[in-house]
T-cell receptor, first 107, second 115 residues
Framework: GQNIDQPTEMTATEGAIVQINCTYQ??????LFWYQQHAGEAPTFLSY????GLEEKGRFSSFLSRSKGYSYLLLKELQMKDSASYLC????????FGAGTTVTVRA | EPEVTQTPSHQVTQMGQEVILRCVPI?????FYWYRQILGQKVEFLVS????????KSEIFDDQFSVERPDGSNFTLKIRSTKLEDSAMYFC?????????????FGSGTRLTVV
């Protein structure tokens, strides 16, 4: 079975940094995706980690530890437009999603 | 940038009716998927399709559901005898394991409302 856990909600101020943690227990694992989803819209790709370590893409970074079944998404220099749900998904050809973390950015 | 296209964007149907949701995956992708998201809940895997057959399906994907690739471009999800609890956003996705990030791309979704 698949078990993906992430916090339900996080709030931060504009310009700050927020770290969203994700733990996973899956029967098969090829890598870990992070998606952003605005209400009523499709998930949009943010990052994909296959190997342990940190992947940096501009304001967004993602980390993976396969031995610990742990990942995080780091959002830096938060902007109001970053208010959204962030989805952690374990990849085993199909995607198994967590319930999502709603991030609210306040001025 | 290549896109996955889904039609219709919204569908309202009466309970017990059949619906067909349509998807045009990215042309050189070989793996196709359907996911659904009930309002306020997580995205759930329904089925994956490769080489003209189902490669994996979830417990949700029972006899009420079927998928088909009727031609070289379309990929459809049929829901027979719809129930109120089938109301959800249905997302199609396609992927290519030979590319970075598996080329995983989602369509914009079909919002299905069963009344």
């Amino acid at each position: 079975g698949q078990n993906i856990d992430q916090p339900t909600e996080m709030t931060a101020t504009e310009g700050a940094i927020v770290q969203i943690n994700c733990t996973y227990q899956t029967s098969g694992f090829n890598g870990l995706f992070w998606y952003q989803q605005h209400a009523g819209e499709a998930p949009t790709f943010l990052s994909y980690n296959v190997l342990d370590g940190l992947e940096e893409k501009g304001r967004f970074s993602s980390f993976l530890s396969r031995s610990k079944g742990y990942s995080y998404l780091l959002l830096k220099e938060l902007q109001m437009k970053d208010s959204a749900s962030y989805l952690c998904a374990a990849h085993d050809y199909k995607l198994s999603f967590g319930a999502g973390t709603t991030v609210t950015v306040r001025a | 940038e290549p896109e996955v296209t889904q039609t219709p964007s919204h569908q309202v149907t009466q309970m017990g009716q059949e619906v067909i949701l349509r998807c045009v995956p990215i042309s050189n992708h070989l793996y196709f998927y359907w996911y659904r998201q009930i309002l306020g809940q997580k995205v759930e895997f329904l089925v994956s399709f490769y080489n003209n057959e189902i490669s994996e399906k979830s417990e949700i994907f029972d006899d009420q559901f079927s998928v088909e690739r009727p031609d070289g471009s379309n990929f459809t999800l049929k829901i027979r005898s719809t129930k109120l609890e089938d109301s959800a956003m249905y997302f199609c996705a396609s992927g290519d394991p030979t590319t970075d990030n598996y080329g995983y791309t989602f369509g914009s979704g079909t919002r299905l409302t069963v009344v």
